[in-house]
């Protein structure tokens, strides 16, 4: 009765609980190809337990890219409770730049309020320590276009009226444009606080983003409209462009 129990255990879980790291990585590829997608979710738990010990082994990151490969991009297909909160430590451990945006790639498929914390926090800290932009801020900056909330727009839109990569305006402005139409009162509150310069530079951002819907662009139009009345006692001034 024992014996046949072990035969209904596929080889595959065998090879990864007795093997080697590289046999526990085939082992993951032989589970992929049967559709069974927890062996990856066990070896993502593994390279997170033996990550300390091993640290960058060229191996352990073979395991930990497969896995995180494996895991697939469809949420609704055979994928576990907390993949998401997994994919969170494998980013805060591994700092192997090809492994993390890897992660950043799959938390879009897998979200989670824990995730787009940590993907704001990153690239606040990034841009607030003016760091050189590289593969893993640019991909988590195109993650928050795809998952971000409320503060991941103010975020981006912060980064973008201060020029913090303004090589990377175009992909920074698309972001926080698939977010803005949520955001309508943190743009408003945004340009109400802003100085003269940074309110012009609003509009101009708002007006030539594509994604961002009429109603907000005539929303600040009327509230800067407003304001030039209100400062010069005529709509006649040069000090803001209305063209939304």
Not at 69 to 95: C, R
Not at 118 to 124: D, H, P, R, T
Not at 228 to 244: K, V
């Amino acid at each position: 009765f024992i014996s046949s129990l072990l035969y209904a255990v596929p080889a595959y879980e065998i090879n990864f609980v007795k093997g080697n790291i590289a046999q526990k990585k085939q082992a993951v590829i032989d589970a992929a190809d049967q559709d069974d997608v927890t062996l990856a979710v066990k070896a993502i738990d593994f390279c997170l337990e033996e990550h300390p010990l091993l640290g960058d082994d060229p191996d352990l990151l073979n395991l930990i890219q497969t896995a995180v490969q494996t895991v697939g991009t469809d949420p609704q297909k055979g994928q576990l409770p907390g993949l998401s909160e997994k994919l969170v430590a494998v980013f805060k451990s591994f700092q192997t730049e090809s492994i993390r945006v890897l992660v950043l790639e799959r938390i879009t498929f897998f979200p989670s309020d824990s995730s787009v914390l940590l993907i704001n926090s990153f690239v606040s800290d990034s841009a607030f320590q003016k760091q050189a932009m590289s593969p893993v801020i640019l991909k988590a900056i195109s993650s928050l276009g795809k998952i971000g909330n409320s503060s991941s727009f103010s975020l981006l839109f912060a980064i973008d009226l201060d020029e913090i990569w303004p090589a990377y305006e175009k992909q920074i402005e698309y972001s926080l444009g698939m977010l803005a139409n949520s955001c309508e009162k943190e743009i408003l509150t945004s340009y109400e606080s802003s100085t003269i310069d940074k309110k012009i530079r609003i509009i101009e951002i708002i007006a030539k983003n594509e994604n961002i819907s009429s109603n907000i662009k005539g929303d600040v139009a009327q509230i800067a409209l407003s304001e030039s009345i209100s400062n010069t006692g005529n709509s006649s001034t040069d000090q803001i462009p209305l063209q939304l």
